[in-house]
């Protein structure tokens, strides 16, 4: 069974500043998707960023960018000149490839961004 | 853009009351699943449905939970007789069968936190 683990209950970044979070994950498949979930106050699912297995080149959206280390099993999210608005729990994600592809979420990382 | 949509936003009912939750995924889409998080913990997988029946279930997903698609636009998540622990979001999500579409992600809906007491 696949595995996501995010060992950073809460973080911090000043606004306009750039944080890290990290996320590994554990998976015997080769072709997988990988997700992270922004979900603020209300609780809705928002998708931020995906990025395929198969893809070397690590995928990027606006202010949030990925580094994927496939080998490594590492899929860290970097925010450049963070917000007031990114504060949010956020969530890496898993799917397979296969199958009816379920997503597996991680326990979650709690931003927290200081004006 | 569609969009999955879930009512009611809120539901309170009294232990060992039957609730039924309602999702209207998008409307192209032929995967349905349900999760559920419980409060301050992570969202986890309850069930995947596809061609009218389960594809895949969790060991959450026990004789208590059922899942319908009644009319061909809404996918329904009953429990029978509720407990306290089932309080929680309950988030519905839908995906397009093409394989090959982009994005070909789980669309998920805004949940519906259940509250039992």
């Known amino acids: 069974a696949q595995t996501v683990t995010q060992s950073q209950p809460e973080m911090s970044v000043q606004e306009a500043e750039t944080v890290t979070l990290s996320c590994t994950y554990d998976t015997s498949e080769s072709d997988y998707y990988l997700f992270w979930y922004k979900q603020p106050p209300s609780r809705q699912m928002i998708l931020v960023i995906r990025?395929?297995?198969?893809?070397?080149q690590n995928a990027t959206e606006n202010r949030f960018s990925v580094n994927f280390q496939k080998a490594a099993k590492s899929f860290s999210l970097k925010i450049s000149d963070s917000q007031l608005g990114d504060a949010a729990m956020y969530f890496c994600a898993y799917r397979s490839a296969e199958g009816y592809q379920k997503v597996t979420f991680g326990t979650g990382t709690k931003l927290q961004v200081i004006p | 853009e569609p969009e999955v949509t879930q009512t009611p936003s809120h539901q309170v009912t009294q232990m060992g009351q039957e609730v039924i939750l309602r999702c209207v995924p998008i409307?192209?889409?032929?995967?349905f699943y349900w999760y559920r998080q419980i409060l301050g913990q992570k969202v986890e997988f309850l069930v995947s449905?596809?061609?009218?029946?389960?594809?895949?279930k969790s060991e959450i997903f026990d004789d208590q939970f059922s899942v319908e698609r009644p009319d061909g636009s809404n996918f329904t998540l009953k429990i029978r007789s509720t407990k306290l622990e089932d309080s929680a979001m309950y988030f519905c999500?839908?995906?397009?069968?093409?394989?090959?579409?982009?994005?070909?992600?789980?669309?998920f809906g805004p949940g519906t936190r259940l509250t039992v007491l």
């Open positions: 449905f596809y061609n009218n029946e389960i594809s895949e």
């Open positions: 409307s192209n889409h032929l995967y």
């Open positions: 990025q395929e297995a198969y893809k070397q």
């Open positions: 999500a839908s995906k397009t069968a093409l394989s090959n579409a982009k994005p070909n992600e789980q669309f």
